[in-house]
C-alpha cells in the first residue's frame, strides 16, 4: 500500500477524514491544480486537476466512498501489490451507483411540474391575446411580402 496512490492520498488527507476536511482539501488543491491559476503547463494542470476532481468526487459521495474503502481493505488484506485503479470496479449488484445520477427529488419533480404548467399556460395566454386582437395565426411575416 506504501506505493500506490489513493485518493486520500491524492487529497492530502486520512481515511476517517469528514466530508469537511475532503471539501477544504478540494478547495485548496483546485486552486492550487486549476488550469487557469497555475503557472504548470495546460496539459500536467488538467491532468492533475481531473485526478483531484475524481479524487473527490468518489470520495464526497457516501456510497462510492465505502465502495472504494471496501476495494481498499481488500487489497491490503489480500497483499496484492497491483496498483488500484482510479475507476472503481463496479460490483454487478451496484452498478446503479457509479455512471447514472441520482434520480430526481420531490422538489426537482414539482418545480419541472410548475415550469410545465407555466409554459402552457403562457402560450395558450399567447394564442387566446391572438385571437382577440385579430391577429391570424397563420401569418405571413412582413420581410417576405414585397
Known sequence: MKGEITYYKILGVTENASNHELRK??????????????SLEI???????????????????????????????????SKNNNKIANNLIID???QNLVGNRRPFSNGELFSLFLLFIII???????????????????TIPIWLIK
Open 25 to 38: 482539501a478540494f478547495c485548496k488543491l483546485s486552486i492550487e491544480l486549476h488550469p487557469d491559476t497555475t
Open 92 to 94: 454487478s449488484k451496484n
Open 120 to 138: 402552457s399556460i403562457s402560450l395558450i395566454c399567447s394564442i387566446f391575446i391572438a385571437s382577440f386582437t385579430g391577429k391570424e395565426l397563420d
Open 43 to 77: 496539459e500536467e494542470a488538467k491532468s492533475k486537476f481531473q485526478k483531484v476532481l475524481e479524487a473527490y468526487e468518489n470520495l464526497n459521495n457516501s456510497n462510492l466512498r465505502k465502495i472504494y474503502d471496501d476495494k481498499l481493505k481488500e487489497k491490503s488484506s
